[in-house]
């Protein structure tokens, strides 16, 4: 059998449309596997990164960060309760001029009774 440029081959037409959507197919899952396999290699090459950066960081500047992130829960806390306490000083002002006019009064009506009295 000699094959050359010039050599026939006959075959159905679905068996050549099979065989070109095979490789089609083929070819999609092949890139798809190289994408996948690019992604994964990608968030390692990240994950090892941050594994380098914070293995850089000395116990001290951890303790030192957990420290400054404690601190400003509890000044966050202190800038509310300081701010709840402003409000009471209008109260506290409102009250006690309630109390010196009441004051003013017990002693009006005291006056009052010991001038009956005699």
Same mark, same amino acid.
């Given at each position: *059998?000699?094959?050359?440029?010039?050599?026939? #081959?006959?075959?159905?037409? /679905?068996? %050549?449309?099979?065989?070109?959507?095979?490789?089609?197919?083929? @070819?999609?899952?092949?890139?798809?596997?190289?994408? /996948?396999?690019?992604?994964?290699? @990608?968030?390692? @090459?990240?994950?090892?990164?941050?594994? #380098?950066?914070?293995? !850089?960081?000395?116990?001290? !500047?951890?303790?030192?960060? *957990? %420290?400054?992130?404690?601190?400003?829960?509890?000044? $966050?806390?202190?800038?509310? !309760?300081?701010?709840? *306490?402003? =409000?009471?000083? #209008?109260?506290?002002?409102?009250?006690?001029?309630? *109390?010196?006019?009441? %004051?003013? !009064?017990? $002693? =009006? %009506?005291?006056?009052? #009774? /010991?001038?009956?009295?005699?």
């Amino acid at each position: *059998m000699k094959i050359s440029d010039n050599t026939s #081959v006959s075959m159905p037409m /679905r068996n %050549l449309i099979a065989i070109c959507g095979a490789i089609a197919v083929g @070819t999609m899952a092949f890139f798809s596997i190289q994408e /996948r396999i690019n992604n994964l290699e @990608t968030r390692a @090459t990240l994950f090892e990164a941050d594994l #380098v950066k914070n293995a !850089d960081q000395t116990p001290i !500047d951890q303790e030192q960060f *957990m %420290l400054l992130e404690f601190i400003s829960g509890q000044v $966050e806390s202190m800038s509310e !309760d300081l701010e709840n *306490m402003s =409000h009471n000083k #209008v109260n506290i002002k409102r009250l006690q001029a309630d *109390m010196d006019k009441a %004051l003013e !009064d017990i $002693e =009006h %009506l005291k006056d009052k #009774v /010991r001038m009956n009295g005699n």
